[in-house]
T-cell receptor, first 109, second 114 residues
């Protein structure tokens, strides 16, 4: 079973749409969770950390469900510049990052 | 804003040659990492480094790989005898503390083994 699993997409949405990505993780001992964004052939960049209480940063909302080992990311009012691959990330007990394969988002005009 | 830097941005080498990938982590960070990403695949952990020694290494990080912090600023990854399957993007990352902190990634070195 993959440690961090995501739907690869692509999600093709119009500007202004709301889009949601889901992710599951297999290691119940994972402590920290993140969403990173990766543009083509670039390094991963932190989009936001994910907290048990849920957290919001502008148009982005992240949720964590520890019982279901499930993480989500909601993007409201999509912009063309949101087009990228979104990486779901969990840490293991030693805090190294375990990456999902990423979900590709294409926002069209 | 401080950032992680990596050199070179692209390295082309012949199979069997040694390569050294260089990274300058953010200056007050204490934990350093190398990850790699084969084209079209996910980012994979290679090794973590703290207090001048390896904290953890993955199965990928075999005897052909080594890391070093030769001075107070550089953090290097050496591949002794490159193989075709070593072709990938290699990302260096650093963080202030190991737990709950964002790992900041460098722009990566694209390694092409011919």
């Amino acid at each position: 079973r993959k440690e961090v699993e995501q739907d690869p997409g692509p999600f093709n949405v119009p500007e202004g749409a709301t889009v949601a990505f889901n992710c599951t993780y297999s290691n119940s001992a994972s402590q920290s969770f993140f969403w990173y964004r990766q543009d083509c052939r670039k390094e991963p960049k932190l989009l936001m950390s994910v907290y048990s209480s849920g957290n919001e940063d502008g148009r982005f909302t992240a949720q964590l469900n520890r019982a279901s080992q499930y993480i989500s990311l909601l993007i409201r009012d999509s912009k063309l510049s949101d087009s990228a691959t979104y990486l779901c990330v969990a840490t293991d007990s030693s805090y190294k990052l375990i990456f999902g394969s990423g979900t590709r988002l294409l926002v069209r005009p | 804003e401080p950032e992680v830097t990596q050199t070179p941005s692209h390295q082309v080498t012949q199979m069997g040659q040694e390569v050294i990938l260089r990274c300058v982590p953010i200056s007050n960070h204490l934990y350093f990492y190398w990850y790699r990403q084969i084209l079209g695949q996910k980012v994979e952990f290679l090794v973590s480094f703290y207090n001048n020694e390896i904290s953890e290494k993955s199965e990928i990080f075999d005897d052909q790989f080594s890391v070093e912090r030769p001075d107070g600023s550089n953090f290097t990854l050496k591949i002794r005898s490159t193989k075709l399957e070593d072709s990938a993007m290699y990302f260096c990352a650093s963080t202030e503390r190991s737990s709950y902190n964002e790992q900041f990634f460098g722009p990566g070195t694209r390694l092409t083994v011919l």
